[in-house]
């Protein structure tokens, strides 16, 4: 959600995921003309780095969010610039592949639907490991800055093939394919939508 307070301050809230064993993620940035802050809590995976927030802190994040989540039962009307809610329907998404350690890209790729494979082989991609600090396995992360219109391509592929599991979550959309290969195991894609101030990777 994006909400416009005044004419100077930009805050971007994600409201919390919670999946079925419990694993919740909440990232709220807030944005003071040039300055992009960015408080990121929750069950992150490879997140060896993380404060431990104080009780207080904790409960003031939460308290932020509730309060972000309807801006309107405590800001004056005079505060919106405009007061019409639209949906934001993002030009770009961010697709990730994922899948254990020591299994290469090309392995990984070819596990999806051939016109998936063909279409995320034509971008440049980023990669990373996740879970370094051992507590939840080490995995190979790869990510490219895709269309919308590419985004759903990908997603009416992924949906027609019996397959792929997939799962709709605040963040977006994942598919698991099962596996394909004995070298390859499970591979998982998800494709997030990126807000207009996130740059290309």
Do not use: K
């Not at 254990?100 to 490991?129: C, I, K, W």
């Not at 790869?142 to 269309?147: A, D, H, L, N, R």
């Amino acid at each position: 959600m994006v909400y416009h307070v005044g004419m100077r301050i930009e805050v971007l809230c994600f409201a919390a995921a919670r999946d079925a064993v419990g694993t919740a993620r909440l990232e709220i940035e807030v944005r003071d003309g040039g300055r992009l802050a960015t408080v990121t809590w929750g069950d992150m995976p490879g997140n060896a780095d993380g404060i431990e927030p104080t009780p207080e802190q904790a409960d003031a994040l939460f308290r932020l969010d509730a309060r972000l989540e309807n801006p309107a039962s405590w800001l004056p009307a005079s505060a919106w610039q405009d007061q019409e809610m639209r949906p934001f329907i993002a030009s770009r998404y961010d697709a990730c592949y994922e899948t254990s350690e020591n299994v290469g890209l090309d392995a990984v790729l070819a596990t999806f639907p051939q016109p998936a494979e063909d279409l995320l082989r034509t971008h440049d991609r980023t990669e990373r490991r996740l879970g370094q600090d051992g507590s939840f396995g080490t995995l190979n992360v790869w990510c490219s800055v895709i269309t919308t219109d590419e985004a759903r391509t990908l997603a009416a592929i992924f949906d027609e093939d019996a397959g792929i599991y997939s799962h709709e979550n605040v963040f977006g959309q994942d598919y698991v394919v099962g596996r394909r290969s004995p070298n390859v195991p499970d591979v998982r894609l998800s494709m997030e939508p990126m807000l207009p101030h996130e740059p290309s990777p």
